[in-house]
């Protein structure tokens, strides 16, 4: 990925920025705990997997449907059930390598260059024998729109048309991972062989999951209560993590003296503050710039309404004339 932004167009220009990146996949079915339907789901996508030879080239079925035998897969759910660690599972299930492609590192700065790359990236899976991996796919697969009248809309629509055609050619396994399953184009529907929901855990997989995040080395006190906190906070295994390493974090630099003179160790308290924070950052992302407006707010903005428009008209006015010097210099 690239440090700044200059250096990414120097990678643009010169070709040499990664499009996707190559993971030997070390995580299993065993690292993840799953719901039970998302684990059928799953058992079903590995099923045609491992068929696929079977049903295309003895059963013959591959001479009646020579395009559209791609493994694609969607992978939908909200931040944090599993979703990259299922794709990493598959692909290590299947002794495969892992593409892991962002829309990001495969945006070109110029024009008629994104759709390549996603073609490229293909083929590269292809010679890779590698399972291939969108995260954040609605970015890739957006519908299509209507009325392209703008360069950006027509490359968009021109990167979703090349993603379908490479999709009906390809034989390899295909993973799209999302958090907005429903901005798909709708034409992907037909494509995608498994659609695979991942949810925020139940109570029981929860506590499963608090249990699972701890290692056999790290300290944790008596006081700390899995099921407890499983059944108070409805959160994802992501989430979970992340409260886990804020606990230890606070475990490790807690200077307040231990009963007994016992060494430091996680504590309920801890826990419990980690998952808070988690909490207290989740609504701060869903902070908006479209909320609502409070009156006094809307009353500043009308105050100072006049003098921005005026503003505006003396940029308006500047502009226009260092624009007439310019035409007055380059005509003597």
């Known amino acids: 990925m690239a440090a700044n932004p200059l250096l990414r167009i120097v990678e643009s220009l010169t070709g040499s920025r990664p499009l996707a990146q190559s993971v030997i996949p070390r995580l299993t079915?065993?690292?993840?705990?799953?719901?039970?339907?998302?684990?059928?789901?799953?058992?079903?996508?590995?099923?045609?997997?491992?068929?696929?030879?079977?049903?295309f080239r003895q059963w013959g079925l591959g001479e009646r449907y020579s395009t559209g035998q791609a493994l694609a897969f969607n992978f939908a759910g909200p931040p944090g059930t599993g979703k990259t660690i299922c794709a990493e599972a598959i692909a290590h299930a299947l002794g495969r390598r892992l593409l892991v492609v962002r829309y990001a590192e495969v945006e070109s700065?110029?024009?008629?260059?994104?759709?390549?790359?996603?073609?490229?990236?293909?083929?590269?899976?292809?010679?890779?024998?590698?399972v291939l991996v969108f995260d954040e796919a609605d970015s890739i697969a957006a519908r299509r729109s209507t009325s392209p009248d703008m360069g950006y809309t027509r490359e968009a629509n021109a990167v979703v048309n090349?993603?379908?055609?490479?999709?009906?050619?390809?034989?390899?396994?295909?993973?799209?991972?999302?958090?907005?399953?429903?901005?798909?184009?709708?034409?992907?529907?037909?494509?995608?062989?498994?659609?695979?929901?991942?949810e925020v855990p139940d109570a029981a997989s929860r506590e499963r999951i608090w249990r699972a995040q701890m290692h056999p080395r790290t300290p944790v006190a008596s006081d700390v209560d899995f099921s407890r906190l499983a059944l108070n906070y409805e959160i994802t295994g992501g989430d979970i993590r992340n409260a886990v390493l804020k606990a230890a974090t606070a475990a490790a630099t807690d200077a307040s003296p231990h009963q007994g003179g016992a060494a430091r160790a996680i504590r309920q308290p801890h826990l419990e503050a980690g998952v808070q924070e988690v909490l207290a950052g989740k609504k701060v992302m869903q902070q908006s710039l479209f909320a609502p407006v409070s009156p006094a707010v809307a009353a500043v903005h009308s105050a100072l309404a006049p003098s921005g428009a005026w503003a505006l008209s003396l940029s308006v006015v500047a502009c226009l004339t260092a624009l007439a010097a310019l035409i007055v210099a380059l005509l003597r």
């Not at 339907?37 to 696929?52: D, F």
């Not at 799209?176 to 929901?197: G, K, S």
């Open 109 to 130: 700065m110029w024009a008629g260059e994104t759709p390549k790359n996603v073609a490229e990236l293909f083929r590269i899976a292809v010679e890779e024998n590698a």
């Open 29 to 55: 079915f065993d690292d993840v705990i799953l719901p039970e339907s998302t684990r059928r789901a799953l058992e079903q996508a590995m099923a045609q997997v491992h068929q696929h030879d079977l049903i």
């Open 162 to 198: 090349v993603l379908l055609k490479e999709l009906e050619s390809f034989r390899g396994v295909v993973i799209f991972a999302t958090n907005l399953a429903a901005n798909f184009d709708p034409a992907f529907e037909r494509r995608i062989r498994t659609q695979v929901l991942f």
